[in-house]
C-alpha cells in the first residue's frame, strides 16, 4: 500500500535553513505528483510546493518562492523521495508539514492528492 513518511522538521532560528524529506514506497510514482502542503492550526491546508516526478517539473506556492527548493530521488529499493530544502526561514513558515502524491492534472489543492503522510513539525524563532 502507499505510505508516506515526512521526516526532517524541527526548531530552527529565522534565517535558517532545513530539509525536509518524504519517502514513498508501496508502488511506483512515476505517473504522479508530489506535492507539500503546510497547515497551522485554525487554518486551511496551504500549498508550497509540488513537482512532477516523471518530467521532474517544479512548481511552487507565493510563499515558498525564491527561498524553497523540490526535488525527488528514485532509489533501487523501491523507495521514493522527495526533498523540500527550505532556506530563508521566518516565523511565519512555522506549520505542520505534509508530503501528499496523487495523479490530478493540477496541484495546488489539497484535493489534487490522494495520499498523505502524518506531517512533520516545523518550528521557525524569532
Known amino acids: 500500500q502507499t505510505q508516506l513518511v515526512e521526516s526532517g522538521g524541527g526548531l530552527v532560528q529565522a534565517g535558517g535553513s532545513l530539509r525536509l524529506s518524504c519517502e514513498a514506497s508501496?508502488?511506483?510514482?512515476?505517473?504522479?505528483?508530489m506535492g507539500w502542503f503546510r497547515q497551522t492550526a485554525g487554518k486551511e491546508r496551504e500549498f508550497v510546493a509540488a513537482?512532477?516526478?516523471?518530467?521532474?517539473?517544479?512548481?511552487?506556492?507565493d510563499s515558498a518562492k525564491g527561498r524553497f527548493t523540490i526535488s525527488n530521488i528514485s532509489r533501487d529499493s523501491g523507495k521514493s523521495t522527495v526533498y523540500l530544502q527550505m532556506r530563508s526561514l521566518k516565523p511565519e513558515d512555522t506549520a505542520v508539514y505534509y508530503c501528499?502524491?496523487?495523479?490530478?492534472?493540477?496541484?495546488?489543492?489539497?484535493?489534487?492528492?490522494?495520499?498523505w503522510g502524518q506531517g512533520t513539525q516545523v518550528t521557525v524563532s524569532s
Open positions: 501528499a502524491a496523487g495523479t490530478a492534472d493540477t496541484v495546488v489543492a489539497p484535493n489534487d492528492y490522494t495520499y
Open positions: 508501496g508502488r511506483t510514482f512515476m505517473q504522479d505528483t
Open positions: 513537482i512532477r516526478w516523471s518530467s521532474g517539473s517544479p512548481f511552487y506556492g
